[in-house]
């Protein structure tokens, strides 16, 4: 079980892939919301389960009638790969029936000494796909993430090619925004990497996001060049999945699309403003040389949140401090 955020969600993809293929006498429900069922869809032996938030499943006796909602799948062992008041009611409702159960370990006590300003520890923690691989330990199932298989590149809809185009160049992702606005890249620096890229014919440069505010900004990043489009609310959900599988490279912020890129064996480069890659919500399998942070000789503080949720004054200009030139080289040295 893990309910959300997306990106959130798009990091369990990885070790639930490893856990069918390394345990392939074991069937896996996963429990999430409608939303997110094309993210498992392709992967053997595993179920998905829809969690109505707004109306079965809503409230404490909602719960109650997810458990029995449940229970004619007959299930053995209860993951909980979120460890919040909803799954816990559920994990609890399984323990007591006396089904085995475990929870996802989160390590708030180490990401404090990261996050804080004083007597920081600035250490690398064990990732979050290590922590839900140690839930899948405790039910008593190796899970080994050293060498993961992830799928094919999908079959694009011919809404996608009417789009974009066939691909006869690299393509390039670049999902500008964040939760939060500590995690943003100033976008006046974005339209300098985007201009410098699409000086390039051989690149194009493909904008993702959603909204009509988001939506209105991309636009306006794309500026009229023809190797650069907007594909925010023009294609589904499930068409933007099989668009970002195709492509040579996926530029994001710390946010759910580097995770979904990740997740389906695309190469992901990072920019980091409030929060660090140390605190374990790096993409999957992606080496540290692919995150660009932000300089914490200029601001010593960082990182200052896990989530980009808390902002300390003075800090507002951190990833201007990421030279947009660095950002642009990055990029060419990872499609080459």
């Known amino acids: 079980m893990r309910l959300s955020a997306m990106g959130d969600v798009a990091m369990t993809v990885p070790v639930i892939r490893a856990f069918v293929t390394q345990n392939p006498d074991v069937r896996i429900t996963f429990i999430s919301r409608h939303f997110y069922k094309p993210f498992f869809e392709e992967i053997p032996n595993v179920d998905f389960f829809a969690f109505d938030a707004k109306g079965r499943h809503k409230g404490f006796l909602g719960l109650v009638r997810l458990f029995q909602d449940l229970k004619p799948l007959k299930i053995d062992a209860f993951a909980d790969l979120h460890n919040v008041l909803r799954s816990k009611v559920v994990r609890n409702l399984f323990a007591a029936s006396g089904k085995k159960t475990a929870s996802v370990d989160k390590g708030r006590k180490d990401k404090a000494a990261l996050t804080r300003a004083e007597n920081k520890v600035f250490q690398p923690l064990i990732t979050m796909f290590e922590r839900h691989a140690q839930v899948f330990s405790e039910l008593g199932f190796a899970v080994n993430l050293l060498h993961p298989q992830f799928p094919p590149k999908q079959k694009m809809a011919p809404e996608i090619i009417a789009l974009v185009g066939e691909k006869n160049q690299k393509w390039i992702g670049i999902a500008p925004f964040a939760q939060y606005d500590s ?120 990182p200052t949140s896990v989530y980009g949720n808390k902002m300390i004054s003075g800090y507002e200009d951190a990833m201007r401090s990421i030279d947009p030139k660095k950002v642009v080289y990055q990029i060419i040295t990872l499609l080459q």
């Open 183 to 302: 995690k943003v890249y100033p976008l006046d620096l974005l339209q300098r990497v985007i201009s410098d890229l699409s000086k390039n014919n051989q690149y194009k440069i493909l904008l993702f996001g959603g909204g009509a505010n988001e939506i209105q900004i991309l636009n306006s990043l794309s500026d009229h060049r023809e190797n650069v489009i907007t594909v925010a609310g023009k294609i589904t959900f499930r068409q933007e999945l099989q668009l970002i599988s195709n492509l040579n490279l996926m530029v994001s912020m710390d946010s759910g699309n580097a995770h979904i890129a990740a997740m389906l064996g695309i190469e992901v480069m990072t920019l980091w403003g409030a929060t660090h890659p140390y605190a374990g919500f790096s993409p999957f399998h992606q080496p540290l040389e692919n995150a660009l942070v932000s300089d914490r000789e200029q601001f010593p503080m960082l």
